[in-house]
């Protein structure tokens, strides 16, 4: 009986995973989507609100990284010791509601408020995710399953583009914000009432719980024993100038195309949203594989496969801010969107595999805090400036210029993953001693 059975349950248990991830990496797509909208809408928000490149760049980088980035730290020291499902509801149900109120805006200062709400929200998105799918999802299946769940910020940049650009273009700015506001609320409920809570090392082989233990390792405790391993710093350092080029370049590539290349927002609707949703899609899926099968061997592969997309990809990102039409930058744009993000899946999982899983939620929101504050608040605030500066001398040429500025990070995080790979090796050989 209990033979006969066993199959069935193993089924239903790899049915709702999968139900899992795919609610998962919905609510991503949702929360990259939200983040996006405004990126994607610049130019026809500039014209609306007469806001400069660097208003944007704050906008969309330093001040919705400071509330994104430091929130989620209490909230992933909560949802380590509460329903992490719980949380991610909650949260998803405030960066919707904060997303329609950026349509309302009528004001740069209204719409940075509202900004910043978003940002509150979204604090609470990742961390428990990463954290639920650890539990999940056995090791040797979990960079895959990461990768799956990070194509969220693919789709839901290309879906942002596709149906933010053609909403816009029929209507006007603001109608994108409404809409996806309300699929996010919609789609916290559904949340709530779908998602499994999996008992905490579930997949570990350890003794499994849906709550820690009495008497909980501390707030600030728990920080510090983040930022002391070097391991779990050198890999929050690293990701962060990757997440560095990422927003630095997606958070003005529509306005550049549109600006500088020539493109319509009928355009961009078609043919940068296939760019973007086939290249960083299929990017991020074969990063996992790759990770997974190199890491069998050594865990540096979780290092040194980042640092070589990196490198690969620096010399195609020229060719992109170089090019003459918009047709020929998106056809050299291809390769970095495919490239850039092949750090993400590998360094989450790194994170994830390094701690004990009742510290999960919180890691991972550690590494979001270096991540996104040197990558989402600092590159596009970043870009944005450097375009204010050049725009006296260069003209409508001044973000191109800014691009050029952005060039060296490449090597910047190729040169840390190489180093974090140089202490993953100590490591192993001090294990194996």
Same mark, same amino acid.
Request: net charge positive; proline share 5%; charged share 15%.
């Given at each position: ?5 066993? @199959? ?7 049915? &709702? ?8 990496? +919905?609510?991503?797509?949702? /929360? ?6 405004? %990126? ?7 014209? $609306? ?11 969309? $980088? ?33 960066? %919707? ?26 604090? $609470?998105? #990742?961390?428990? &995710? ?42 006007? =700015? ?11 609320? #919609? ?24 709550? @820690? ?15 002391? /391993? ?11 100038? $990757?997440? +560095? ?24 609707? #078609?043919?940068?949203?296939?760019? #973007? ?47 003459? %039409? =918009? ?14 993000? +092949? ?19 919180? &890691? ?15 590159? @596009? ?7 204010? +500066? ?17 060039? @060296? ?25």
């Amino acid at each position: 009986m209990s033979a006969a059975t066993a @199959p069935d349950r193993a089924s239903r248990s790899s049915a &709702s995973a999968r139900i899992t991830l795919g609610m998962l990496a +919905f609510v991503y797509v949702l /929360n990259f989507l939200d983040r996006q909208l405004i %990126s994607i809408l610049a130019k026809p928000i500039q014209d $609306g609100l007469g806001i400069t490149d660097g208003q944007l760049g704050l906008l969309t $980088g330093f001040y919705f990284a400071l509330f994104y980035c430091f929130i989620a730290i209490p909230i992933g020291w909560l949802a380590d010791r509460t329903s992490r499902v719980k949380v991610l509801s909650a949260a998803c149900a405030i960066w %919707s509601t904060a997303t329609a109120a950026c349509g309302m805006a009528g004001t740069y200062g209204q719409l940075v408020v509202a900004r910043m709400m978003v940002g509150v929200g979204e604090a $609470g998105g #990742v961390p428990p &995710s990463y954290a639920i799918i650890s539990d999940t999802f056995p090791r040797e299946r979990r960079t895959t399953a990461m990768a799956i769940f990070n194509l969220g910020p693919p789709i839901g940049s290309a879906l942002g583009v596709a149906f933010g650009a053609s909403l816009a273009a029929a209507f006007d =700015w603001r109608m994108p914000f409404y809409v996806i506001g309300g699929i996010g609320v #919609v789609t916290a409920v559904v949340v709530y009432w779908v998602v499994r809570e999996p008992k905490r090392g579930e997949t570990d082989g350890l003794p499994v719980t849906t709550a @820690p233990e009495v008497g909980p390792e501390g707030f600030v405790a728990t920080i510090l024993r983040f930022f002391r /391993n070097p391991l779990l710093l050198m890999a929050s350092l690293a990701s962060g100038a $990757g997440n +560095f080029i990422t927003y630095g370049l997606l958070n003005f590539t529509v306005l550049f195309l549109m600006r500088e290349k020539g493109m319509t927002l009928e355009d961009v609707a #078609v043919w940068y949203a296939l760019v #973007v949703g086939i290249g960083m899609s299929t990017g991020i899926y074969a990063s996992g594989r790759i990770v997974d099968r190199f890491a069998r061997r050594s865990k540096a592969a979780y290092a040194t496969v980042p640092a070589a997309s990196l490198v690969l990809a620096l010399p195609f990102f020229i060719g992109f801010a170089w090019a003459p %039409s =918009w047709k020929i930058a998106l056809a050299f744009l291809l390769v970095p969107m495919f490239l850039n993000s +092949f750090f993400l899946s590998a360094t989450v999982t790194f994170v994830q595999n390094e701690v004990a899983p009742e510290r999960r939620v919180i &890691s991972g929101a550690l590494l979001l805090l270096v991540m996104n504050f040197i990558g989402l608040g600092l590159g @596009p605030t970043y870009v944005g400036m450097m375009s204010d +500066f050049f725009r006296p001398a260069y003209g409508e040429h001044a973000l191109q210029t800014a691009y050029y500025a952005l060039s @060296p990070m490449y090597l910047i995080g190729a040169v840390l993953f190489l180093w974090l790979a140089r202490l993953i090796k100590r490591s192993e050989a001090a294990d194996a001693a």
